[in-house]
């Protein structure tokens, strides 16, 4: 590494802290002899916006637009982002650098033991189309209501009353040492998980190669290959956050499996599709599911959402 400290851009909520904390130790823990990374909040769009759904607002790029054009800029040299809070297709002249290994992918149900559990006709407080449709599909019943914020943020208002259970991303309960909130956990049978939950990706200008030497020894190569697996499948489905989506990649033995969900907001129409593939050649295996996906589902789909 340089002798100057690697400046590190990240939200400003309290998890993105948290984990731009934990690259800060790793880079430290890889590098004692250079000095600690900087790290250098910016407040995103997505950040400022909590009266919409990030579909109505602008995308999932409103979390990272304005990291991206710190790190073109050059005000900062690396950026760490929740994978799954990435755009599908990455700002040009920028590249992820590396993934930390995984963590718990699956998603936490809050105020219920289980889905079939939630009381008849309850108010489920979240801003996914992705929890929205899958939870849809199993209880048509419920009532999904808008829930934005950080994690705490959202606690806040469920112990409130705004509504009677919510979902959030076990990952994070973990890393803010908030598992206990969970009631349940979710298997990924019944709630399939975003592409990239549970993964922090850390992104660098595609022609910094001091952060490339730097990055190099906190990737977990296992997990960068099931990343790419879970973006190709979205690239080739066009993936948004106006488009109910889920994808989990896992290493078995020598291959790939990429289990890939889509549906339509309302849960009707839901299609899922699990392949095995080279695990050398993730982005083959994920466009292929996204491609059977999107066959499955039909073109009037894709011509409703856009």
Do not use: Y
Request: charged share 25%.
């Amino acid at each position: 590494m340089n002798d100057q400290p690697l400046r590190i851009g990240t939200r400003g909520s309290p998890l993105a802290l948290t984990q731009a904390r934990m690259v800060r130790g790793l880079l430290a823990d890889a590098f004692p002899d250079s000095p600690e990374a900087e790290i250098v909040p910016i407040r995103t769009t997505g950040d400022a916006i909590t009266d919409r759904s990030l579909a109505d607002a602008g995308g999932k790029g409103l979390f990272t637009k304005e990291i991206d054009r710190a790190l073109l800029d050059r005000e900062v040299d690396i950026a760490v982002h929740s994978a799954k809070d990435m755009e599908t297709w990455l700002a040009e002249g920028t590249v992820i650098g590396a993934a930390l290994e995984r963590e718990d992918p699956r998603d936490a149900l809050i105020g219920a033991t289980s889905i079939s559990d939630i009381p008849r006709g309850a108010k489920i407080g979240s801003a996914s189309q992705r929890r929205q449709a899958q939870l849809l599909a199993q209880r048509p019943d419920l009532n999904v209501v808008l829930f934005r914020g950080n994690v705490e943020t959202r606690l806040r208002k469920l112990a409130e009353g705004e509504a009677d259970a919510t979902l959030l991303a076990l990952a994070g309960l973990n890393r803010l040492g908030r598992a206990e909130a969970a009631d349940a956990v979710l298997g990924t049978d019944e709630m399939l998980p975003a592409a990239g939950q549970g993964v922090i990706a850390i992104a660098r200008r595609d022609d910094n190669e001091s952060a490339a030497l730097a990055l190099a020894p906190l990737n977990d190569g296992a997990t960068l290959t099931c990343l790419h697996a879970e973006r190709a499948m979205l690239d080739a489905l066009d993936g948004t956050c106006r488009t109910p989506i889920g994808g989990l990649a896992r290493i078995v033995g020598d291959g790939l499996n990429l289990d890939g969900l889509v549906a339509w907001p309302d849960g009707s129409g839901l299609q899922r599709c699990q392949m095995t593939g080279d695990r050398d050649d993730p982005v083959a295996l994920g466009r292929a599911v996204g491609l059977a996906l999107r066959e499955a589902i039909g073109p009037d789909f894709f011509a409703a959402l856009d």
